[in-house]
């Protein structure tokens, strides 16, 4: 049996080119006209930035009160003041003839639909699901659309007992999201974004205008102000590629390839940040290389903590140890560190320019200008704040190293086959130039980072009449 929900139908305002409005444009104030209105805080729904808006409702001729103009919220700090053209379309939405507004049944062979009461529509859900549920709760498929309650709808279908549930993010940026939490503890977009402020060089990977729109859009300005420079990588040049200082248009697909050469040219000219990775990421931790189940896995004491190899010592210690030296280059019993790995795998000549070139469809010449330009903004226009701070181990710093250089990426990359592999190879260039929650690179927004160990799990069991074991992936 198949079941469909639909909604509000959107008004056509909603598929414009995506620009910048502002609260501060004579088009967008409060028609003069409006009298007695309403003035009422809300949060836009068509995307996970969530602008902040104010609407203004009346009452009609009938005396009900009716939404009659929206505008951004400029003491929101998400958006201040600023919509997209989907935000300013709401009032399409909300007076959408196509809009549902009570339940609807159509008999099986019936070209109608009939109106009916709450009532019946809970009862014929009911009667439906609860056997379902009761017996194999996995044969219930159940799938949602774009919308703004896809973690109370994977939190229905997690209670229900199904594993089959998916939503609109598995088809957008889940698994660019998952790459990032694996990765770096974190991803793009709503886990954080760049530092504005210090950046000078700022690459975006398949990045469309509906995405993280207003807070790009602004961030976008105030690069364009200092004079940083913009590289959009896209097959196509529009929105914000059409406004990059350098636009590379990629073979859809090839983005990973592309970005891990860049890895490869940076490894082989030593332009990688070693303390960095040394003192604040899992590259000196030690890899079990015995034959068996584990080989490939991270080394662990009997603690369970990763080990690492002091250079001090010389000896095997927990990675959080204070005051250690964590050795990149040691080896221990035959056992190496992530780093060596990272460098035999990425040194080879699979991702020397010249042998990616051609499926990039970018020449050789210019992914080593652009690896070249990432190396000298990261390292010859590094900077200093003097700002203290203490690092996971407890060992006090007197200042802040800033690498200003940083990424964003969305659906553009993470909507392929290899999308996750893709994301975290991004992530990999990041963590080596050492531009990760650093002044100048990307900063994660409280409480990410955080250990890949501390997200749910997810689920592995299904039970009839009981819930799962665990969350759905996402």
Not at 66 to 75: A, I
Not at 220 to 246: F, H, Q, W
Not at 280 to 296: F, I, M, R, Y
Not at 345 to 372: F, H, K, M, Q, T
Request: proline share 7%; net charge neutral; charged share 20%.
């Amino acid at each position: 049996q198949f079941f469909q929900v639909t909604g509000a139908g959107l008004g056509t305002s909603s598929m414009t080119v995506m620009g910048l409005a502002n609260a501060a444009d004579p088009v967008f104030k409060k028609p003069n006209k409006l009298e007695k209105t309403t003035e009422t805080r809300s949060t836009c729904p068509y995307c996970s930035v969530s602008c902040g808006v104010l609407l203004y409702s009346a009452k009609d001729a009938t005396g009900k009160q009716k939404v009659v103009h929206v505008e951004g919220d400029t003491d929101n700090p998400v958006n201040k003041g600023t919509l997209c053209p989907k935000g300013a379309g709401l009032l399409d939405m909300i007076d959408s003839p196509d809009r549902l507004q009570f339940p609807e049944v159509r008999e099986p062979g019936s070209k109608e639909f009939k109106r009916i009461s709450w009532e019946e529509a809970l009862k014929i859900a009911t009667d439906t699901l609860a056997p379902i549920r009761a017996n194999a709760p996995e044969k219930l498929a159940f799938f949602t659309g774009r919308d703004q309650s896809q973690s109370f709808t994977s939190f229905w279908a997690q209670g229900f007992g199904t594993p089959n549930y998916a939503a609109h993010g598995g088809f957008c940026s889940v698994n660019m999201a998952a790459a990032g939490i694996y990765t770096m503890g974190g991803a793009f977009w709503e886990f954080g974004q760049p530092d504005w402020d210090h950046t000078k060089l700022f690459m975006l990977f398949g990045v469309a205008e509906d995405h993280d729109s207003n807070p790009i859009k602004m961030g976008l300005g105030r690069l364009k102000e200092r004079g940083a420079k913009v590289i959009g990588v896209n097959p196509i040049r529009t929105g914000y590629n059409a406004i990059s200082d350098e636009w590379v248009g990629i073979t859809p697909g090839t983005d990973g390839l592309f970005i891990l050469s860049m890895v490869h040219l940076l490894l082989k000219a030593g332009k990688v940040d070693l303390n960095y990775l040394a003192q604040l990421t899992n590259a000196p931790a030690l890899v079990d290389s015995t034959e068996g189940p584990n080989k490939g896995m991270l080394l662990r004491g009997a603690d369970g903590k990763l080990l690492v190899i002091d250079r001090k010592t010389g000896k095997p210690v927990a990675f959080d140890t204070k005051g250690i030296t964590p050795d990149l280059a040691a080896t221990y019993e035959g056992h190496r560190t992530v780093f060596q790995h990272l460098a035999e795998r990425y040194l080879s000549d699979d991702y020397a320019p010249e042998n990616v070139a051609e499926r990039c469809g970018i020449s050789a010449d210019r992914i080593r200008a652009i690896a070249a330009d990432l190396a000298r903004v990261a390292f010859d226009e590094a900077f200093e704040l003097d700002q203290p701070w203490t690092d996971f181990r407890g060992n006090r710093h007197d200042k802040m190293i800033g690498r200003p250089v940083s990424f964003h990426a969305m659906r553009g990359v993470s909507a392929h086959s290899n999308g996750f592999q893709t994301c975290r190879s991004l992530h990999l260039l990041q963590i080596i130039l050492g531009s990760v929650e650093v002044p100048g690179g990307f900063r994660f927004k409280p409480p990410y980072p955080k250990p890949v160990s501390a997200h749910p799990k997810p689920h592995c069991k299904v039970t009839p009449g009981a819930a799962l074991d665990g969350p759905h992936l996402g």
